[in-house]
């Protein structure tokens, strides 16, 4: 699987991921060899979209070509089948530092988002960030 | 294997250097290790060079032939490392190594890096070419980020409430800036030294729970080493310091490592290697030269090399172990912190300031005793992670 498949499936409102054929587990992103057990019988699957914060940070100085951005927040999140991903958090800035901590834990659905490419970006075309949007917010 | 040891160390002082090239920041730190080495330039069959991102901050790459004809070593063969922040460290690795096996007798190694020239977005740019360059750069993850990330989730995971562990993370600020502000080598010598956890926290955001002053800063400089087979080291010099241990490790990104990113595996297993080549433990160690990138840098790696439990490094800080009068002194020349990080410069750096302390000629902030110090160096988001251990014993 190709990084732009992941990318292009995201924009579909899709994450896909690869299932191991020999321990079972899953690997997402895609990956030549299974992030358990570095198996390459993989299968293509569509993982449910579905898991929790991790940890986050808001960044407010960003590289050159991610300025217009910020202030953004990234976050890691886990998947429900497992895998950890990285992608922004889709809440209004003044939101997320009333949260805190708090937001960890949190379940979110991702999404892809567009973002215009910069010059080292290995996608020329397009930069598509995953994004997480917040569920049962209080 | 033979043994090895250091002839002679140098580096610039780090900071600002608008007017110094890549190429003359390296030769300064050259000629100040090879004037203590009592060699000849033509005894050096071997160039270890390390450097991070020329390419961003000058255009340049290709460097080590450069440097090689700078330094009037012209034909020797000359290699350039690159393994993010512990680029000098994996050349000094290397060259330990060929020394070891005894490939070459005498050889230089070193690094030079100019950051603080670049400017913070080129420079912020070019610190995040050392994230996943498809999966993490597209979110805009950035260093200070990953350290942030790493911090929320620390305190999440010992169960340490986030402004608490802050204030022990400004702690390890206040400690190395404090180190720095005496170091004339350092980037803040005679500035900052006086600073309060207050300071800390009250200084700008940058990348939350991370301020100013949890993070290292932008830094121009060069550094630099000669190595030699242990028996020609000890007919050259009066106090050669042996390269008893080292270590390296690696790994894929922040999310391949879950929530391995507190516990820093790769720096683990490098720390392991190191000890077991040396035939040491933690406990034989009298002083660490730490990657201290941001303040939670700090605390995670003395927990990965074995010197405190995993989740207690931040009481450490906070009782004092971690001070220069403290059972393990943690970067007594002021760390990345308090000296600066010129990346690619920043392993041998390091070792500089083992080597002076080993010798006695750390005058500003000398660790009592010190017979045995380690350095410690990390690359990205651990993707490269290298552990030096250097003592006077031989074995």
């Given at each position: 699987m190709r990084f732009v498949d992941f990318f292009n499936a995201l924009l579909e409102g899709k994450v896909i991921g690869q299932k191991c054929l020999d321990c079972g587990s899953y690997t997402c992103p895609p990956k030549a060899t299974c992030d358990n057990c570095a198996s390459r019988n993989l299968e293509a699957v569509e993982l449910s979209g579905k898991g929790v914060i991790r940890t986050f940070t808001t960044t407010y100085v960003a590289p050159s070509g991610y300025t217009e951005e910020a202030p953004y927040t990234v976050a890691m999140v886990e998947l429900d089948e497992g895998p950890w991903i990285v992608g922004r958090i889709d809440l209004p800035n003044e939101e997320i530092e009333r949260l805190g901590q708090d937001l960890i834990g949190a379940r979110v659905s991702v999404y892809g988002k567009e973002f215009p490419t910069e010059p080292f970006y290995p996608d020329k075309k397009r930069r598509v960030v995953p994004m997480f949007k917040v569920e049962g917010l209080r | 294997m033979r043994d090895v040891a250091v002839l002679g160390v140098g580096m610039t002082k780090f900071g600002k250097h608008p007017d110094k090239s890549l190429v003359d920041l390296f030769a300064e730190a050259f000629f100040e290790a090879f004037e203590e080495s009592n060699i000849e330039l033509k005894d050096i069959q071997a160039l270890y060079y390390g450097n991070f991102v020329g390419e961003m901050t000058d255009g340049s790459g290709n460097l080590s032939g450069f440097m090689a004809d700078e330094i009037g070593l012209r034909g020797i063969p000359a290699i350039r490392y690159e393994g993010a922040c512990a680029s000098s460290s994996v050349a000094f690795r290397e060259a330990a190594r060929a020394v070891a096996a005894g490939y070459y007798d005498i050889v230089a190694v070193g690094g030079s890096e100019r950051l603080y020239t670049a400017g913070t977005e080129i420079g912020t740019r070019a610190l995040a070419t050392a994230v996943d360059g498809v999966y993490e750069i597209t979110a805009g993850l950035t260093f200070p980020g990953v350290f942030a990330l790493a911090a929320r989730l620390y305190a999440k995971t010992y169960e340490i409430p986030l402004e608490e562990l802050r204030e022990m993370m400004a702690m390890v600020s206040v400690k190395n800036h404090k180190y720095g502000a005496i170091n004339p080598k350092a980037q803040f010598y005679g500035k900052l030294g006086d600073l309060k956890v207050?300071?800390?926290?009250?200084?700008?955001?940058?990348?939350?729970?991370?301020?100013?002053?949890?993070?290292?800063?932008?830094?121009?400089?060069?550094?630099?080493?000669?190595?030699?087979?242990?028996?020609?080291?000890?007919?050259?010099?009066?106090?050669?310091?042996?390269?008893?241990?080292?270590?390296?490790?690696s790994a894929g990104g922040l999310f391949r490592q879950k929530e391995d990113i507190i516990r820093a595996i790769p720096r683990k297993k490098a720390?392991?290697?190191?000890?077991?080549?040396?035939?040491?433990?933690?406990k034989d160690i009298d002083f660490v030269e730490i990657h201290d990138c941001f303040t939670i840098a700090e605390i995670i790696a003395t927990e990965a090399m074995g010197f405190f439990e995993y989740g207690q490094g931040c009481y450490a800080v906070r009782d004092g172990v971690t001070s220069i009068d403290g059972d393990l002194p943690v970067n007594p020349d002021g760390g990345l912190i308090g000296k600066g990080h010129p990346v690619g410069a920043t392993g041998v750096?390091?070792?500089?300031?083992?080597?002076?302390?080993?010798?006695?000629?750390?005058?500003?902030?000398?660790?009592?005793?010190?017979?045995?110090?380690?350095?410690?160096t990390l690359g990205g988001d651990f993707g490269t992670l290298v552990n030096i251990i250097l003592s006077i014993h031989r074995r």
């Amino acid at each position: 699987m190709r990084f732009v498949d992941f990318f292009n499936a995201l924009l579909e409102g899709k994450v896909i991921g690869q299932k191991c054929l020999d321990c079972g587990s899953y690997t997402c992103p895609p990956k030549a060899t299974c992030d358990n057990c570095a198996s390459r019988n993989l299968e293509a699957v569509e993982l449910s979209g579905k898991g929790v914060i991790r940890t986050f940070t808001t960044t407010y100085v960003a590289p050159s070509g991610y300025t217009e951005e910020a202030p953004y927040t990234v976050a890691m999140v886990e998947l429900d089948e497992g895998p950890w991903i990285v992608g922004r958090i889709d809440l209004p800035n003044e939101e997320i530092e009333r949260l805190g901590q708090d937001l960890i834990g949190a379940r979110v659905s991702v999404y892809g988002k567009e973002f215009p490419t910069e010059p080292f970006y290995p996608d020329k075309k397009r930069r598509v960030v995953p994004m997480f949007k917040v569920e049962g917010l209080r | 294997m033979r043994d090895v040891a250091v002839l002679g160390v140098g580096m610039t002082k780090f900071g600002k250097h608008p007017d110094k090239s890549l190429v003359d920041l390296f030769a300064e730190a050259f000629f100040e290790a090879f004037e203590e080495s009592n060699i000849e330039l033509k005894d050096i069959q071997a160039l270890y060079y390390g450097n991070f991102v020329g390419e961003m901050t000058d255009g340049s790459g290709n460097l080590s032939g450069f440097m090689a004809d700078e330094i009037g070593l012209r034909g020797i063969p000359a290699i350039r490392y690159e393994g993010a922040c512990a680029s000098s460290s994996v050349a000094f690795r290397e060259a330990a190594r060929a020394v070891a096996a005894g490939y070459y007798d005498i050889v230089a190694v070193g690094g030079s890096e100019r950051l603080y020239t670049a400017g913070t977005e080129i420079g912020t740019r070019a610190l995040a070419t050392a994230v996943d360059g498809v999966y993490e750069i597209t979110a805009g993850l950035t260093f200070p980020g990953v350290f942030a990330l790493a911090a929320r989730l620390y305190a999440k995971t010992y169960e340490i409430p986030l402004e608490e562990l802050r204030e022990m993370m400004a702690m390890v600020s206040v400690k190395n800036h404090k180190y720095g502000a005496i170091n004339p080598k350092a980037q803040f010598y005679g500035k900052l030294g006086d600073l309060k956890v207050e300071d800390v926290l009250n200084s700008r955001m940058i990348s939350s729970p991370l301020t100013l002053l949890d993070c290292c800063p932008m830094t121009d400089g060069g550094s630099a080493a000669i190595i030699a087979a242990a028996d020609i080291a000890e007919d050259l010099v009066d106090t050669p310091v042996y390269v008893r241990g080292t270590g390296q490790s690696s790994a894929g990104g922040l999310f391949r490592q879950k929530e391995d990113i507190i516990r820093a595996i790769p720096r683990k297993k490098a720390a392991e290697m190191a000890f077991k080549e040396a035939k040491m433990t933690p406990k034989d160690i009298d002083f660490v030269e730490i990657h201290d990138c941001f303040t939670i840098a700090e605390i995670i790696a003395t927990e990965a090399m074995g010197f405190f439990e995993y989740g207690q490094g931040c009481y450490a800080v906070r009782d004092g172990v971690t001070s220069i009068d403290g059972d393990l002194p943690v970067n007594p020349d002021g760390g990345l912190i308090g000296k600066g990080h010129p990346v690619g410069a920043t392993g041998v750096s390091q070792v500089y300031s083992v080597v002076k302390q080993l010798r006695g000629e750390f005058k500003e902030n000398p660790v009592k005793n010190a017979e045995t110090g380690m350095t410690d160096t990390l690359g990205g988001d651990f993707g490269t992670l290298v552990n030096i251990i250097l003592s006077i014993h031989r074995r």
